[in-house]
């Protein structure tokens, strides 16, 4: 039996390089990200090496486990396929991402299978185990989906989208949920599923691993029986920002600066769960819980009924953020990471420096 071993992800720079691609003409030059993705053997070990080493941890977690009782829940796009060439064809037109366009790469059906995932989802199959890819593509990618994984040669048992009875299941909290208790709904005729033991999770965003905890809270699953696939793309760490001198902004100050070009209504940014997104919305109403002598973040709503819309999380520790009260029935413009926390999707500010009141 082979020792535990941990799984390193080592972030690397590169050079931008000269790409040749089929959507025009001669080439483009593809920004540092998606050419590391799509040329660098760098990444390509790095996949590779996460999933070797997390082949040899299942073979610990398995040992002794009933065949058919238990299995390992994979993300898709950029976990064990890739969506590179997607990613540049955008870059090569100047465009980022927008739903036609996504929906109309996924029917094309051209991702590739990811370095190391068919060996890993092979020996899962050897082991005994299940496999069953939980992605967030929506109706109606479902078919498309299934089709593009048989044509890599992904093994799979099932592939849970998030449509039909999991349309809202932006965490994949509910159907993890009913993976283990055997009560996944919607499923096609001949797919009913036993309950299982999920064992081991892999993706290439925290959230597909975990929610509503930090990293030092999880630290330790890594190697054990979390997977995290580099995805150097897009992630919450896109909208980091770093002041190198003269006196910081004040927090929510007005300003002139344009808009990102990637700025999104909190309507739109409901659909962007994992991703890094500047809003831009109205603020209807303000929950600081320090107001009530009690501890967590300041909450800033986007419509009365905070349930299903957007809210705009603070960690206002030390008053940072300044005083939350100055936001209330103004439009802001704020930058952030889209997650989900029981059932509500907030977008949670990097810093005091990625908000401000514009109106």
């Known amino acids: 039996m082979k020792a535990r071993i941990k799984l390193f992800v080592i972030g690397l720079a590169v050079l931008a390089i000269l790409i040749p691609l089929p959507v025009s003409a001669g080439t483009v030059t593809l920004p540092n990200d998606i050419a590391w993705a799509m040329t660098a053997d760098t990444y390509r ?33 950029e976990t064990v396929i890739s969506n590179v060439q997607f990613q540049a064809e955008q870059a090569a037109k100047g465009e980022g991402y927008s739903r036609d366009a996504w929906n109309a790469w996924c029917e094309r059906m051209d991702a590739t299978a990811i370095p190391g995932a068919i060996e890993f989802l092979s020996a899962v199959r050897e082991l005994g185990g299940k496999i069953i890819i939980v992605t967030n593509r929506q109706a109606p990618l479902n078919e498309p989906t299934v089709k593009n ?7 799979f048992d099932l592939c849970l989208t998030r449509e039909g009875p999991y ?37 290439d965003q925290t959230h597909d691993l975990y ?32 002041q190198t001198s003269g006196t910081p902004a004040r927090p929510g100050q007005k300003t002139s600066a344009p808009a990102p070009t990637d700025t999104v209504t909190w309507q739109e940014a409901m659909d962007r769960v994992g991703e890094t997104v500047t809003v831009e919305a109205e603020i209807v109403s303000v929950y600081d819980p320090a107001e009530r002598g009690r501890s967590g973040p300041v909450k800033l709503n986007t419509d ?13 520790k030390d008053g940072k953020f300044g005083d939350p009260s100055r936001f209330d029935g103004r439009k802001i413009r704020a930058r952030g990471k889209v997650s989900t926390y029981q059932d509500s999707v907030q977008l949670t500010v990097f810093g005091p420096d990625t908000i401000e009141i514009v109106d």
Not at 45 to 68: D, F, M, S, T
Not at 221 to 233: A, E, K, Q, V, Y
Not at 304 to 316: C, E, H, K, Q, V
């Open 167 to 203: 349309k809202d299941d932006r965490a994949k909290d509910q159907r993890r949920s009913d993976i283990e208790k055997g009560t996944l709904k919607g499923l096609p005729l001949g797919k009913r599923m036993p309950p299982l033991e999920i064992i081991m999770l892999g993706g």
């Open 149 to 155: 994984l048989e044509k890599v040669k992904i093994p």
């Open 45 to 77: 070990a790095c996949c590779q090496q996460a999933y070797l080493n997390a082949i040899n941890r299942l073979r610990v977690l398995a040992e002794g486990k009933e065949p058919g009782t238990w299995c390992v829940v994979m993300d898709a796009d």
């Open 211 to 242: 929610e509503g905890k930090t990293f030092e809270e999880v630290k330790d699953r890594f190697g054990s029986d979390l997977i995290i696939i580099p995805n150097p793309m897009y992630g919450d760490w896109t909208g980091a920002t770093f």
């Open 304 to 316: 009365r009924d905070w349930s299903t819309s957007l809210t705009i999380i603070l960690f206002n």
